[in-house]
């Protein structure tokens, strides 16, 4: 399948932006900022399975519809920035030449950056722009365990979507 | 699901152009920054309140307030580790729990949450979806970012079925009587359930890209557009309204 | 007469994502099609008429990935040379299954998108969409949702978009499949006009439309067969099973215990979405009842409460205003979840796992009574019985194995009841019995939900119907 078509440029990242945030939205535990929930595993699937391209739209965007939806517009932007640079990085960092095996290291690395990138990205933005550096630092913790334990089952998905799936190798751009 | 933002009502901010509407908000957005007084900030945050309430009604002021009430909490109790070193307000014993300065700090940074959220949320509820994007490409937003836009929400609601029906169909097929099931179990649980949701969206990919090829997107002619904002008739005058008003906030109450 | 449609010795074969290749679902295939003709192509499931279609549009292999080879020429001029959105006013397809062709989020969306790219001025599409709409009752409907349009209303919304586009050529897969008989009518009406080439794939409902069409063809072998109407028809039925026994007839039934199940004084609500025109409907069912053994049949038009009622029946939706009961005694839901199996029309619902294997043996294999070997031992015997390779990837099946992997995983599961909503879409008649046979075969109740007169009469047994907002037996 020619990859590099616009409609199938659009589609793709139409689908998997409603797919995070469908995930965002379905399952829900509420916390301080919102709530826990599991747009870090479709967003780490739609990393390991598709380029840095459609993963940084697709989570930047689908999280900041996702906010936008749930009535926390004003998490919109910060949203779009973090989760959009979570996607990017896992997606650039396991990269690899036509389905070639990602190696055990880079799969930690990617682990870890993801959980930095978000803990991180929220931490400094909500401590610009929303309430300030303590107040922020309250989410660290439920964002920790959030982005790790998204990593981990994105990942696990991400392998049985290629089993169950196998054509979506040739959708990925 | 509900994806819906909207809230029907019939204030003047239901009537005021989309396109203005945007720049207003992210004026306002841009205003809560700048150096102003703080009482100045406050007045202006409860007048934004008053307006929401006037245009969109008492039950959605609340419903608004209620979603940011836990933050706002977490800032009043986080209240003292900011403006340290300042004239202390609440001591206990000789250790200074909170500082003047530091419950000012709260009050300002509360404020200006308590703004921007709703500026923000007025900004969603009232306009409809389709039309914020129709402003979003007078402000140059590409077409092809309005068209994943537009999309995504076509198929929020698909994806949102197929994950009950899965779950459904998951429950159905649950084996024996009693299942005890602990967290470890639920979450194992789960991933044959978000797997399936994945490949059912995933397959609708070559379909939508399909569709998109065989309805002419690609073409050579210009794309027109069904829809459009002329019903707001007075978009100049909506623009200007916007920027004098938030230009006249700033020079009431900067600091 | 210049040919509008010309294919010569077209072969195509889809890729293959698994170990064996896939066998070729084309080979040589000539079709001639002159402009202004209607020709019916007698098409049975699975044996390519989907895939020949996006073939003629341009979209095929570029979104489904195979290899092909031949020459096709649309209105003189070569396929290859063309890009598929070229094809917007020369070739315009109806699926035959209309969610997959939706991308707007409205019904006057969707009807705008093509005319916005042919660069129509703002009163030309509004004119169009107006007369499409009203032409084929979709006044009211023009702000709804598809989500919450019924199967027939989404085929009309297809036909409007098709009449505002106004293309050359019409490919129609199914078109009558769904219509209530007013819009069958006319339909019948629109394929006549004037100025168009029709095309369309059918596989039942003959009777209805067989007379509109200058020349009756058949897709089997791998390609168009042409040949005096009577011996095509008989070869067709041949196709599709319908010379094969009903299996249901030379049965025997072994029941190792007898069951009932009744739903008494259940009402069945449901709202509708807002921005239809739509009633919320109820439905109220006095008394219903379904025996071990048993194939019942509930007949009725879209949108009138089956699909909702059997939602109820298995525990998925709460009963209200009078309970669901099994041998007389009332039912949670719970209880009713694991007593009856409700196959969904769309299988892909109910099958989670990457390999057909997993999927057969996911649920015994939670249930630690029993042995792994029995375990393996059941699957072997339930793949074998529906026909299905253990190693095969489910996503990748064509839509009748699916259909029979649905089955056969609730066939493992061994409930004394089973629902089977619309399982005749897109299937042959004779596959749908078979999988009904083999369910009922330990004695399983059975609920068949069909809006196919034609099907219904081939099972014998009760056969309940909606009418006035009751479920009465008929």
Partial sequence: MKSNTNALKIAVTAVLTAVVVVFTMIIRIPTAKGYLNLCDVAICFIAFTFGPASAFIAAGLGTALADLISGYAQWAPISFVVHGLEGLFIALIVRSKSGEDVSFLKKILAGLVCMATVSFGYWALSALFIAGPAVALAEVPGNLVQSGVGFVLGLGVSMAVKRAYPPVRSLSW | MNISTYISGRGWLYRLDPRAKILLMLLLCVFFFLPISLAGLLITVALIVVVGWHNTGKRNVWAVFRSILPMLIFMVIFSPFSGRGGTPLVQIRSFTLLTKEGALQTLRLAGRFIGITYVCTLLFATTVMGEVILALRFWRLPYKAALVITLSFTYIPFIAESFDRISESHRLRQAGPDERKNYIQRLKDLMPTLTSVLVVALRSIPNLAMSLEMRGLGRDEKRTSYHSLDSYTRLFTDLLISIIMVTLLWLIFKA | ?474
Avoid at chain 3, 57 to 73: D, M, N, Q, R
Wanted: proline letters at 4%.
């Fill in chain 3, 1 to 474: 007469m210049s040919a509008s449609l010309s294919i010569s010795r077209l072969s195509f074969t889809y890729q293959s994502w698994g170990i064996r290749p896939n066998d070729p679902l084309f080979a040589n295939l000539d079709l001639r099609v002159e402009e202004g003709e209607r020709v019916l192509i007698l098409a049975p499931f699975d044996k390519g008429k989907t895939t020949l279609a996006k073939i003629i549009c341009g979209v095929c292999p570029k979104y489904f990935p195979g290899t092909l080879e031949g020459k096709i020429a649309l209105f003189g001029k070569d396929l290859s040379e063309l890009q598929s959105w070229q094809l917007l006013t020369e070739c315009g397809y109806v699926s035959q299954n209309p969610a997959e062709q939706f991308i707007a989020t409205t019904v006057e969306g969707e009807i705008a998108f093509p005319l916005e790219s042919l660069g129509l001025s703002r009163e030309e599409m509004k004119t169009r969409i107006d007369r499409c709409l009203a032409r084929w009752g979709l006044t009211e409907l023009r702000g709804a949702n598809e989500e919450e349009l019924s199967g027939g209303e989404r085929k009309r919304v297809l036909l409007a978009i098709q009449e505002a586009i106004g293309p050359k050529l019409w490919l129609l897969d199914e078109p009558f499949d769904d219509l209530d008989p007013r819009w069958r009518t006319q339909l019948r009406q629109t394929l006549i006009e004037k100025g168009k080439t029709v095309v369309v794939f059918a596989s039942r409902y003959l009777a209805e439309f067989a007379d509109l069409f200058d020349r009756t063809l058949l897709l089997d072998e791998r390609r168009i067969i042409e040949m005096e109407r009577e011996a095509l028809l008989a070869r067709f039925a041949h196709v599709g099973g319908d010379d094969l026994p009903n299996p249901m007839k030379t049965q025997q039934l072994s029941l190792a215990s007898s069951h009932q199940l009744q739903a008494r004084n259940v009402v069945v609500e449901r709202q509708r979405h807002r921005g239809t025109a739509h009633q919320p409907f109820v439905l109220d069912v006095e008394n219903f009842t379904l025996n071990s053994g048993e194939v019942v049949t509930l007949t009725g038009p879209n949108g009138s409460g089956k699909s909702s009622f059997s939602r109820l029946l298995c525990g998925l939706d709460e009963a209200k205003g009078g309970a669901v009961f099994l041998d007389d005694k009332e039912m949670s839901e719970r209880q009713l979840n694991r007593n009856i199996g409700y196959l969904f029309q769309n299988p892909d619902f109910q099958i989670f796992l990457p390999t057909v294997e997993e999927e057969l043996s996911w649920s015994l294999r939670r249930r630690r009574e029993i042995k792994s070997s029995e375990v393996t031992r059941r699957v072997k015997e339930a793949a074998e019985l529906f026909d299905l390779v253990l190693e095969d990837t489910p996503s990748t099946m064509s839509y009748p194995k699916r259909k029979a992997l649905q089955a056969a995983v609730y066939y493992l599961l061994d409930r004394p009841f089973y629902i089977l909503d619309e399982l005749d879409s897109a299937l042959t008649y004779h596959a749908a019995l078979t999988i009904i046979a083999r369910l009922r075969e330990r004695g399983a109740g059975i609920l068949l939900i069909t809006h196919d007169h034609v099907f219904a009469k081939h099972v014998e047994g009760r056969a309940y119907t909606i009418e006035a907002g009751r479920l009465v037996q008929r």
